[in-house]
């Protein structure tokens, strides 16, 4: 069953670092477009970062400066490295991997960032 497994999540402080890792199964990263968006209580989804299939990296203004997505595709893998967190950065976090008309969601992790 073609699945993206989102991990990484949980507390951390302001100031603090995670890093969420996005992992496949039953497909290959390789030629995805992968996109990691955020979603708080009360709030739209929002996007985040993504990194294209040949490696272009795109970042929201409010996290720029603050968090890297890199991929691994010899571990088929998606990593979105998050320093100096700041509270508004608590959400859940999802990953999606899109190709022409294939889009696909992971159930998310979530973050929180409190003292």
């Known amino acids: 069953q073609v699945q993206l497994v989102e991990s990484g999540g949980g507390l951390a402080q302001p100031g603090g670092s995670l890093r969420l890792s996005c992992a496949a199964s039953?497909?290959?990263?390789?030629?995805?477009?992968i996109g990691w968006f955020r979603q708080a209580p009360g709030k739209e989804r929002e996007g985040v970062s993504c990194?294209?299939?040949?490696?272009?990296?795109y970042y929201a203004d409010s996290v720029k400066g603050r968090f890297t997505i890199s991929r691994d595709n010899a571990k088929n893998t998606v990593y979105l490295q998050m320093n100096n967190l700041k509270p508004e950065d608590t959400a859940t976090y999802y990953c999606?991997?899109?190709?022409?008309?294939?889009?696909?969601w992971g159930k998310g992790t979530l973050v929180t960032i409190s003292s």
């Open positions: 999606n991997a899109r190709r022409l008309a294939e889009n696909y």
């Open positions: 039953e497909f290959t990263l390789d030629y995805y477009a």
């Open positions: 990194i294209t299939h040949d490696g272009l990296t």
